[in-house]
């Protein structure tokens, strides 16, 4: 992400994030680790108190377009979501040191590696129209990679919440539990 662009909390809009793997790397490339970072996702949307709208993890990467949080911003979000599932992939016995994750993504690396790059891009999302895009993009996205033929068969995506009301690793437009706190702020 340019150093240029600025965020914009504390205005009610959506936030589409993207993050990435350590150079593009597809550190994701295995279910188990997918998985892990779905559940990772969902437990700070409840200790964050946000909406997850849509999600799709990718081999490389990340998307979520989420509510801004009851607790703290995106920033500390994402944050928050790196840094536990690096915790977590840890103690699992997964790789985490730059020889082994090198050698798994085929790098030669002889610094340090680190999993994920250290910005994320957060993008306003203020209409319905963007908001349609945005989940729209993030479901075609393992079709348009080859990874799957269609949206469905990608379980690491919130297409099927949408499309088949299936109950994924996160829970997607979980907003009863947030208007409640918000009334109760308002009145």
């Not at 099927?160 to 829970?171: K, S």
């Amino acid at each position: 992400m340019p150093w240029s662009l600025r965020r914009y909390y504390n205005t009610g809009a959506l936030h589409f994030i993207t993050f990435s793997c350590h150079q593009r790397a597809p550190l994701l490339g295995t279910p188990e680790r997918r998985d892990l970072l779905l559940t990772v996702i969902e437990q700070m949307r409840l200790r964050y108190e946000f909406v997850v709208v849509g999600y799709v993890v990718m081999p490389e990467h990340v998307h979520f377009l989420i509510s801004e949080p009851q607790i703290a911003n995106p920033s500390t979000v994402v944050q928050a979501i790196k840094l536990g599932f690096h915790k977590r992939m840890s103690k699992s016995g997964c790789p985490i040191s730059a020889a082994p994750l090198a050698a798994e993504v085929g790098l030669l690396q002889k610094s340090p590696i680190h999993f994920w790059t250290k910005r994320f891009y957060d993008f306003n999302v203020w209409s319905q129209f963007k908001q349609t895009e945005k989940l729209r993009y993030m479901h075609r996205n393992p079709v348009v990679r080859g990874l799957v033929e269609r949206p469905e068969d990608w379980p690491w995506s919130s297409f099927r919440a949408y499309a088949l009301g299936e109950q994924g690793a996160v829970r997607i437009n979980d907003w009863s539990r947030w208007e409640e706190k918000i009334r109760k702020r308002i009145s």
